[in-house]
């Protein structure tokens, strides 16, 4: 009973850590909400949606909010989209951009049920 009560509390301590917290929706652009409303019914319309492997960050470029969709299936790799709907002539990946070297502050916005985190957060500057 004595190693019971450190393992418990071992346990509850690591679990706490791995919750993960997400950017609240009322922050949000509206063309985001619909988007992810879009994958939330395709994904309860078919739980095998690609979309259930997705996920949405967000970070902070030139004091701006940017928005980058990742997934496995998807063969392209992910634009930058602002808070206001526009896109960035960039792709995430080219590593010679102004956005790739200076963006910072990464952090989930959404996460399909079976997204994993093959992408890791990047830009914690």
């Not at 690609?50 to 949405?56: C, E, F, I, K, P």
């Not at 989209?81 to 951009?97: H, K, R």
């Not at 790739?100 to 079976?114: E, F």
Request: charged letters at 20%; hydrophobic letters at 30%.
């Amino acid at each position: 009973m004595k190693i019971f009560l450190p393992l418990f509390l071992l346990a509850c301590l690591l679990q706490s850590c791995e919750k993960e917290t997400l950017v609240p929706e009322d922050e949000w652009p509206q063309w985001l909400k619909t988007t992810i409303d879009e994958h939330e019914k395709s994904i309860r319309d078919d739980p095998k949606s690609s979309y259930a492997l997705g996920a949405w960050m967000r970070t902070t470029w030139n004091q701006v909010y940017y928005y980058e969709y990742y997934n496995l299936l998807f063969s392209s790799m992910p634009i930058a989209i602002s808070y206001s709907g526009d896109t960035l002539d960039t792709f995430v990946g080219d590593t010679n951009s102004d956005y790739h070297n200076q963006k910072c502050c990464s952090v989930y916005v959404w996460k399909g049920p079976d997204y994993k985190d093959y992408f890791p957060l990047t830009g914690s500057k």
